[in-house]
């Protein structure tokens, strides 16, 4: 198996310090790309979106163990066991994140967003802009429990 080795596009600054399992809708963060590798110009015309898909490394918490095989999300037994590829849990192999979020402005380098479900800190891999061509096409299927996970993952406490 060939080994990719990953240098980090920028960093998240800012927003939330320990990550939590729901709210995420109103966390406001920005994403610093790293101005000895891109210039201003890398930004160009992103201001025109209004939404960016973000890859990011779970750097916290590296000693968790990886998941392989399957479990129960959140550790719920009473949602069924499901494989890791099935699911959107951080201890996955790579350790990857990726997370849809609105694009609020475009300050040369740096990216102000809303609704980053990552941490100030956190290794930004690569950021795209959202377009409606690569969203699903035809309808969506999902189990209902994956519904129940995302209940409040995006709602502020106490909000709604």
């Not at 709210?23 to 201003?40: H, K, Q, T, Y």
């Not at 999300?73 to 949602?79: E, F, L």
Request: proline fraction near 7%; glycine fraction near 10%; hydrophobic fraction near 35%.
């Amino acid at each position: 198996m060939d080994l990719i080795e990953m240098r980090p596009v920028g960093h998240v600054q800012g927003g939330r310090a320990e990550a939590t399992k729901d709210g995420w809708g109103d966390n406001r963060s920005v994403i610093a790309l790293d101005p000895e590798r891109f210039a201003p110009d890398a930004t160009r015309g992103l201001e025109l979106q209004s939404h960016v898909e973000v890859v990011f490394h779970f750097h916290l918490h590296a000693d968790e163990p990886q998941e392989t095989g399957a479990r129960h999300p959140r550790g719920r037994t009473d949602w069924p066991e499901v494989g890791i590829f099935a699911q959107r849990g951080r201890m996955r192999q790579n350790r990857i994140g990726v997370s849809i979020c609105r694009l609020l402005r475009v300050d040369g380098l740096e990216l102000h967003v809303e609704g980053l479900d990552a941490v100030d800190g956190t290794p930004v891999l690569d950021v795209k802009p959202v377009w409606s061509g690569y969203l699903p096409r035809g309808e969506l299927r999902e189990p209902d429990w994956a519904r129940e996970i995302m209940k409040n993952y995006w709602e502020t406490p106490g909000k709604s």
